[in-house]
């Protein structure tokens, strides 16, 4: 799995982004371009305003270490068409430059802060995730969803 907190690795997600259009065509699923940027952002607003959403009870956190953590920090690439947790779900259309520079920051700011950072940090839905556990959840995410819009 390439390091999200590696400089070199950093800047090849970003030039992908760059690469994309608002004309940009998903190769599978149903969200455009703009609501997949908007989608990949909602990782780091969890991450970074968690303050912002109502952290899940009891049984739903339970419900999510026991059976999404491993398919979402696990170096395991996601399969095409795998169903969106509705937090996670956009329907409206969003601003495309607008969702695409905030990705860009959020990569950025990830980068910057570093795995000694993340490691040991508390995950919203998972619990404490090691740095390895991190980078897993932030970049397989990204990677999926570039490799969605071909980029």
């Known amino acids: ?9 950093a800047d090849a997600v970003i030039l992908r982004i760059e690469n ?4 940009s065509q998903p190769l599978w699923g149903k969200m455009s ?10 990782t ?20 999510l270490k026991t059976f999404v ?6 170096e395991k ?21 607008k969702e695409k520079n905030l990705l860009i920051e959020n990569i950025l700011k ?7 950072y993340f490691n040991g940090k508390e995950n919203f839905s998972f619990g404490k995730l090691t740095a390895t556990e991190w980078n ?4 397989k995410h990204l990677h999926h969803h570039l490799t969605q819009f071909g980029v």
Not at 1 to 9: H, L, Y
């Open 1 to 9: 799995m390439k390091n999200i907190f590696d400089k070199q690795f």
């Open 20 to 23: 994309l259009q608002i004309t």
């Open 33 to 42: 371009v703009d609501q997949m940027l908007a989608h990949c952002n909602v």
């Open 44 to 63: 780091y607003a969890y991450t970074y305003q968690p303050e912002k959403f109502k952290k899940p009870n009891f049984l739903k956190r339970f419900l």
């Open 69 to 74: 953590k491993n398919m979402v920090v696990s």
């Open 77 to 97: 690439p996601y399969a095409k068409n795998l169903m969106t947790a509705p937090e996670f779900k956009m329907a409206e259309t969003k601003n495309f430059e």
């Open 110 to 116: 990830t980068q910057q802060l570093g795995a000694n």
């Open 136 to 139: 897993n959840l932030f970049y």
